[in-house]
């Protein structure tokens, strides 16, 4: 096999790879330095780092409307879309005493989303919906919507957000008690490869009182 052989088939499973939207762990693949930098020293670096991808699609810097591109895209990627990266950012999660017993299932629904796809930087937009029911501890309900956006700004997989969610619940309600349900349409399914724009990915993860059927059907008209 030649070099150019080899250079393709790599290339063709790195193509396979990102259509199989694989992942490889429940955690975002991170490096040990990922945030050794300052935010305004990332920005620099990536807007010259994109300045040079236009200028190879041949694109022309000196024009009014794309000079500031490159620093709106940096800016947009540290600051925005990909800010969930960063622990810093991770929300503070208020969690109460139940004092007034409620002991039934709480469904937070229709939680709009937008991430991106880490195989191909396109946009993810959904919605997750979220249930559980209290062993002693409820959440305020504007932090389910906090980490949801928080796991979403990243380049991500469905699969793994969904766990990313469900897992944090789990462990700040500090029960097993959670269900996390997941639809999202992927821009590099609908706008590129097989441009399917009707398709949606729809992912569940669930455990304790949800392994139930009965809990999980109940769940499901609650979100319609």
């Not at 193509?15 to 955690?27: C, K, N, P, W, Y």
């Not at 670096?45 to 994109?50: A, D, H, S, W």
């Amino acid at each position: 096999m030649n070099n150019n052989q080899v250079v393709k088939t790599e290339k063709e499973a790195f193509e396979i790879a990102g259509d199989q939207h694989l992942m490889t762990s429940v955690e975002t693949p991170l490096r040990a330095d990922a945030f050794q930098k300052p935010n305004s020293q990332k920005i620099e670096n990536i807007t010259k780092l994109f300045e040079g991808i236009m200028e190879e699609l041949g694109l022309d810097l000196r024009d009014d409307s794309l000079k500031g591109t490159p620093y709106r895209v940096a800016k947009m990627y540290v600051e925005e879309i990909f800010s969930g990266l960063n622990p810093e950012n991770k929300p503070f999660v208020s969690v109460f005493d139940n004092k007034y017993q409620y002991s039934k299932m709480l469904v937070e629904k229709d939680i709009t989303f937008y991430s991106a796809c880490e195989h191909h930087f396109l946009p993810i937009v959904g919605k997750a919906h979220v249930g559980y029911v209290s062993h002693g501890k409820v959440i305020g309900l504007s932090k389910i919507n906090r980490l949801v956006e928080y796991y979403g700004k990243r380049p991500q997989v469905q699969e793994r957000m969904t766990l990313q969610i469900y897992k944090e619940l789990q462990a700040c309600l500090q029960t097993e008690d959670v269900i996390v349900l997941i639809e999202a349409e992927h821009l590099c399914v609908s706008s590129r490869g097989v441009k399917d724009t009707t398709s949606r990915t729809t992912t569940i993860e669930y455990g304790g009182a949800f392994s139930d059927k009965e809990m999980r059907d109940e769940f499901h008209k609650m979100i319609g």
